[in-house]
Each structure stands twice: as structure tokens, then as C-alpha cells.
């Protein structure tokens, strides 16, 4: 006994075969193709209108994130300084320093990582350089101060060194 082979339609139709269109159809899509393009928009809202239907309703895109839209460069603005305002991680960066006083910057760079002393004379030596990473505000104040006392600038943030 053989298997039986499937034919395969030439067109796929999720919604299977349709029943042919009336002439009613046929002749108001005529007349609607007809139209300008200003009311074919006036379309749709007349028939929600006329058969006492709502209107659907937007999909809400709470809970994703879109990345950086276009548009209010005054709302743009407000919602850069809030999401800097709610910065609560701070990287502490060694921007540079006098080289009188290297010795010194060294020592105080030992006394808050676990860097020995040839570690920490190459990341001094490197300059600029992220010397510890995520830091609350306080922490990052207290060390920042320290370095300052050593003759060096300092800074907080991600790339861009601004002394407290």
C-alpha cells in the first residue's frame, strides 16, 4: 500500500478558500477606490460611527524601552537630568596629576584598593584611568578628596572627570 501524497495549494490562505465577493461588494470597493486619498481617511471612522462601534484602542508600550526618541528637546532635556539625578553607581578616574608628587598619590591609591606598589605606580602611570569602579556617591567623595590632597585631579563618571 503507497502513502498517499498531499497537494499542495499554488497560493497559501490562512484564512481559507472565500466565498466569491457580490456585486454590492465589488461595486462600493469601486467606488471607495475611487476616492481621494482625504476621505478614504474618513472611512473608517464613519463605519465605527455607523455600526455604534468603538474605536480600538492603542496598545500601550508601558514596560519596554524604546532607546532615545525624537521630539520636546525641553522634555528630552528634563529626562537626561532626571536619569542623572537617579545615578546611585560612581566610578572614581584619576585625570592627572603633579609628578612631584607621584609618590604620594601612589600611597593613597593603596590605601583604598588592594593594589601592591608596583601595581599601582603602572595604573598612576597610565593616567587617566578609572582607579575603583562602582563607588556610592560618598565613598567616591571620600576618595576624590584624598587624591586631591595628593596634588592630582580627579574625577566621577563614566569617561568625563568633574571635580567635587
Same mark, same amino acid.
Given at each position: 500500500?503507497?502513502?498517499k501524497?498531499?497537494?499542495?495549494p499554488?497560493?497559501?490562505?490562512?484564512?481559507?478558500?472565500?466565498?466569491?465577493?457580490?456585486?454590492k461588494?465589488?461595486?462600493?470597493a469601486?467606488?471607495?477606490?475611487a476616492l481621494?486619498?482625504e476621505?478614504?481617511k474618513?472611512?473608517?471612522?464613519?463605519?465605527l460611527?455607523?455600526l455604534?462601534?468603538?474605536?480600538?484602542?492603542?496598545?500601550?508600550?508601558?514596560?519596554?524601552?524604546?532607546?532615545?526618541?525624537?521630539?520636546?528637546g525641553?522634555?528630552?532635556?528634563?529626562?537626561a537630568?532626571e536619569?542623572k539625578a537617579?545615578?546611585t553607581v560612581?566610578d572614581?578616574? @584619576?585625570? #592627572?596629576?603633579?609628578?612631584a *608628587?607621584? +609618590?604620594?598619590? /601612589? &600611597?593613597?591609591i593603596r590605601t583604598?584598593?588592594?593594589? =601592591?606598589?608596583?601595581?599601582a605606580k603602572?595604573?598612576?602611570?597610565?593616567a587617566?584611568?578609572?582607579l575603583?569602579?562602582? @563607588?556610592? #556617591?560618598?565613598e567616591a567623595e *571620600?576618595? +576624590?578628596e584624598? /587624591? &586631591?590632597?595628593g596634588q592630582?585631579?580627579?574625577?566621577? =563618571?563614566?569617561g568625563?572627570?568633574v571635580?567635587?
Open positions: 500500500m503507497g502513502a501524497k498531499y497537494k499542495y499554488e497560493v497559501y490562505d490562512p484564512y481559507g478558500p472565500m466565498s466569491p465577493l457580490s456585486e461588494v465589488v461595486d462600493i469601486d467606488r471607495i477606490a481621494p486619498p476621505e478614504i474618513q472611512i473608517a471612522p464613519a463605519l460611527l455607523r455604534n462601534q468603538s474605536p480600538p484602542q492603542a496598545i500601550s508600550g508601558q514596560g519596554f524601552s524604546f532607546g532615545p526618541q525624537g521630539g520636546g525641553a522634555a528630552g532635556a528634563a529626562k537630568e536619569k537617579e545615578k560612581f572614581v578616574k @584619576l585625570e #592627572k596629576f603633579d609628578a *608628587a607621584k +609618590i604620594k598619590i /601612589i &600611597k593613597e583604598f584598593t588592594d593594589l =601592591g606598589l608596583k601595581e603602572e595604573l598612576v602611570e597610565k587617566p584611568v578609572v575603583k569602579q562602582s @563607588l556610592t #556617591k560618598e *571620600a576618595i +576624590i584624598k /587624591i &586631591k590632597h592630582a585631579l580627579a574625577g566621577v =563618571g563614566n568625563s572627570a571635580s567635587l
